[in-house]
């Protein structure tokens, strides 16, 4: 627990993620540790689907990166946009 803690706080993240990443962490320690919680003893837990959830959130986040087609093209549409229109006054 203590590690964790330390290295989010040694991390150089923003603030709001800092708070998020502790809370979430401090939450999923305190499920853990209460017996009680229907999430103790039940399979998959919370902390297993919570964290499948957020690794196939990130692998689709990545998706679009892998794709070589379809990289983001914004600067060179601005770019020839922007060599166009030199064009087009250029000839007034």
């Known amino acids: 627990f203590v590690i964790v803690v330390i290295a989010i706080l040694a991390a150089s993240f923003n603030t709001s993620v800092r708070t998020w990443a502790l809370s979430t962490h401090v ?3 305190m499920s853990f540790v209460n017996p009680k919680e229907a999430g103790f003893t039940s399979f998959p837990t919370v902390a297993t689907l919570y964290c499948l959830m957020i690794v196939g959130a ?4 990545a998706l679009p990166f892998t794709f070589p087609y379809r990289r983001f093209t914004a600067m060179e549409s601005a770019q020839a946009l922007q060599d166009e ?5 250029g000839l007034l």
């Open 58 to 61: 990130s692998l689709l986040a």
């Open 27 to 29: 939450y999923f320690m």
């Open 85 to 89: 229109a030199a064009r087009a006054v």
